[in-house]
T-cell receptor, first 118, second 111 residues
Framework: DSGVTQTPKHLITATGQRVTLRCSPR?????VYWYQQSLDQGLQFLIQ???????AKGNILERFSAQQFPDLHSELNLSSLELGDSALYFC?????????????????FGPGTRLTVL | EDQVTQSPEALRLQEGESSSLNCSYT??????LFWYRQDPGKGPEFLFT???AGEEKEKERLKATLTKKESFLHITAPKPEDSATYLC????????????FGQGTTLQVKP
């Protein structure tokens, strides 16, 4: 158990709908990361938050958005869902912001949310 | 462009048959190379971080090594419970927390 929690575990929805995925980081971790894993793309970085502020963006679609709240939990919002958005969505957390090499920047992953868009 | 390539894609071993997994990387200014284990439908489980060439780390039957261009994950006398996908990742050059992952090596250890 990494200490990172994600809800829900599974989500089945229809095209065009909107869903919210939730993540609680490990106690003491300030950075939260979101990743998408699909069979053909592997693990892809979406976005990073540090202590409530957006710090880095990856290949995140405009239909997707995220935020980190004052209690450090994070939510990933996916809207206008398409069949191709079906994937595993992982949240990870670390103590640090990520800059100099440090164990503070090691990322620990949650169990994921499996999203199926029908 | 930052890139991570893992080989082989799949590896089948008999229990007790030692082998190595390869991770080749291209990144400006390595800030850490990470190994994870992932079981089907589960989140990646952190194994090791390596920071500089020549560094080695061990955990049970696993040993990770690092050179300036690649990392190896050596598996000594594997057991069926070592069956999983092993992922390698590096921090990108952009000085953020973004991890760039390889496609993984799926290891199957038969009893």
């Amino acid at each position: 158990d990494s200490g990172v929690t994600q809800t829900p575990k599974h989500l089945i929805t229809a095209t065009g709908q909107r869903v919210t995925l939730r993540c609680s980081p490990r106690s003491g971790d300030l950075s939260v990361y979101w990743y998408q894993q699909s069979l053909d793309q592997g693990l892809q970085f979406l976005i990073q938050y540090y202590n409530g502020e957006e710090r880095a963006k990856g290949n995140i679609l405009e239909r997707f958005s995220a935020q980190q709240f004052p209690d450090l939990h994070s939510e990933l919002n996916l809207s206008s869902l398409e069949l191709g958005d079906s994937a595993l969505y992982f949240c990870a957390s670390s103590v640090g912001l990520a800059g100099a090499p440090s164990s503070y920047n090691e990322q620990f992953f949650g169990p994921g949310t499996r999203l199926t868009v029908l | 462009e930052d890139q991570v390539t893992q080989s082989p894609e799949a590896l089948r071993l008999q229990e007790g048959e030692s082998s190595s997994l390869n991770c080749s990387y291209t990144v400006s200014g390595l800030r850490g190379l990470f190994w994870y284990r992932q079981d089907p439908g589960k989140g990646p489980e952190f194994l090791f971080t390596l920071y500089s060439a020549g560094e080695e780390k061990e955990k049970e039957r696993l040993k990770a090594t690092l050179t300036k261009k690649e990392s190896f994950l050596h598996i000594t006398a594997p057991k069926p419970e070592d069956s999983a996908t092993y992922l390698c990742a590096v921090h990108g050059s952009s000085n953020t927390g973004k991890l760039i992952f390889g496609q993984g090596t799926t290891l199957q250890v038969k009893p």
